[in-house]
Nanobody, 115 residues
Framework: QVQLVESGGGLVQAGGSLRLSCASSRSIFGMNVMGWYRQAPGKQRELVGAMTSSGSTNYADSVKGRFTISRDNAKNTVYLQMSSLKPEDTATYYC?????????WGQGTQVTVSS
């Protein structure tokens, strides 16, 4: 079992920044994939971005150049740095991790961007 705990969400004005954290109960060293999804009210969950064990990343077109995923192996934590936030970034953000073919999810953290 893997527990993931997100933090860092909140209310921010458009153009502002937030950093989300995702702490894993198991070491992330040598992890397969960790990343972030988001879900806005009335919309399907969408992939924001992900990082592989080699450190390569990919992002949704809607966040490229604005969001960055990083990790701290010593803290077993993955981060989502969000900049130049827009009202359409408002959503619940979920961290996930793939381990041995299984996908684990965090409980989600709310991000609200006001115009």
């Amino acid at each position: 079992q893997v527990q993931l705990v997100e933090s860092g969400g909140g209310l921010v004005q458009a153009g502002g920044s937030l950093r989300l954290s995702c702490a894993s109960s198991r070491s992330i060293f040598g992890m397969n994939v960790m990343g972030w999804y988001r879900q806005a009210p009335g919309k399907q969950r969408e992939l924001v971005g992900a990082m592989t064990s080699s450190g390569s990343t990919n992002y949704a077109d809607s966040v490229k150049g604005r969001f960055t995923i990083s990790r701290d192996n010593a803290k077993n934590t993955v981060y989502l740095q969000m900049s130049s936030l827009k009202p359409e970034d408002t959503a619940t953000y979920y961290c996930y991790r793939e381990v041995a073919g299984l996908r684990y999810w965090g409980q989600g953290t709310q991000v609200t961007v006001s115009s």
